[in-house]
Nanobody, 118 residues
Framework: QVHLEESGGGLVQAGGSLRLSCVVS????????MAWHRQAPGKERELVAWIASGGTTKYADSVMGRFTISRDNAENTVFLQMNSLKPEDTAVYYC????????????WGQGTQVTVSS
């Protein structure tokens, strides 16, 4: 059973930083793309950043230059370094991974709250 455990969320003032982590356990197959999504109150869930197994990254325009996604393949962990945080970054952040075991399956974490005060 694949399990994703996120950590690192919290309350921070505008301009501050947070680092999210997500550890993946229980997979017997290599982990493919890893990503972070977020959902703010009253808004649709959006993709924040993703990183391929080879290290290629992609970011939403709203976080470009402020957020950095990285991964440690040996530890099955993905990180999201968030700098220069803004109140509009307030949301529940979800870690997701895609694993190929004959079919592609996406797995989601339970989410971690990030709140940025003005």
């Amino acid at each position: 059973q694949v399990h994703l455990e996120e950590s690192g969320g919290g309350l921070v003032q505008a301009g501050g930083s947070l680092r999210l982590s997500c550890v993946v356990s229980g997979s017997t197959f290599p982990i493919g793309t890893m990503a972070w999504h977020r959902q703010a109150p009253g808004k649709e869930r959006e993709l924040v950043a993703w990183i391929a197994s080879g290290g290629t990254t992609k970011y939403a325009d709203s976080v470009m230059g402020r957020f950095t996604i990285s991964r440690d393949n040996a530890e099955n962990t993905v990180f999201l370094q968030m700098n220069s945080l803004k109140p509009e970054d307030t949301a529940v952040y979800y870690c997701t991974v895609r694993i190929y075991s004959g079919v592609h399956t996406d797995y989601w974490g339970q989410g971690t709250q990030v709140t940025v005060s003005s």
